[in-house]
């Protein structure tokens, strides 16, 4: 079983690295749409319309495609309040059981926002400038949450079947 896990493992931490790597970009068009927005407010006292919805929709882009990356790379903030109290046995069976409920909870999430990007779509939903359909975004937001869920039952299952490191 630690073979086929293994190779799930290196499918899934390429397909993170490269929603990573797209919310990076996110990240590098929400910060020069901020500097454009800013100086041509300040300088040229025209303020461009609908700047606001662009980084609305580039924010969930951003959150939600960096999402399982920083989950896979270990990146998430953790508090460690009982590791030197407890046996390592103990510990990786805590861990194991944390990211599999953490799993479970996150898959629940995902299917409730698939369910409001459906509502979206339905009612038409979109930004209030520029119209932009929130259908899409809702969606991403989904699978934001079901990629990560995906990466924490994997890694739980990786910890269960003897894998050392699955913060890596």
């Known amino acids: 079983m630690r073979r086929p896990l293994e190779a799930l493992d290196k499918v899934l931490t390429r397909a993170v690295r490269g929603l990573g790597v797209l919310a990076g970009l996110a990240l590098l068009w929400l910060m020069a749409l901020t500097v454009v927005a800013a100086v041509t407010r300040k300088v040229f006292l025209s303020p461009i319309l609908g700047v ?3 980084s609305e929709v580039t924010l969930l882009v951003l959150v939600f495609l960096g999402l399982a990356y920083c989950g896979r790379t270990g990146g998430h903030i953790s508090v460690d ?6 046996k390592p046995a103990i510990l990786r069976g805590m861990d194991v059981v944390v990211r599999l409920c953490g799993g479970a909870f996150l898959l629940f999430v995902a299917w409730e926002s698939l369910g409001r990007a459906l ?3 339905v009612q038409h939903e979109a930004t209030n400038m520029l119209f932009i359909q929130l259908f899409p975004f809702f969606l991403l937001v989904a699978a934001g949450f ?3 869920a995906l990466v924490l039952i994997v890694q739980a299952l990786r910890l269960a079947s003897g894998a050392d490191n699955v913060d890596a």
């Open 81 to 86: 309040l009982i590791a030197g109290l407890a």
């Open 52 to 54: 606001f919805d662009l």
């Open 119 to 121: 509502d979206a779509r």
């Open 146 to 148: 079901a990629l990560y």
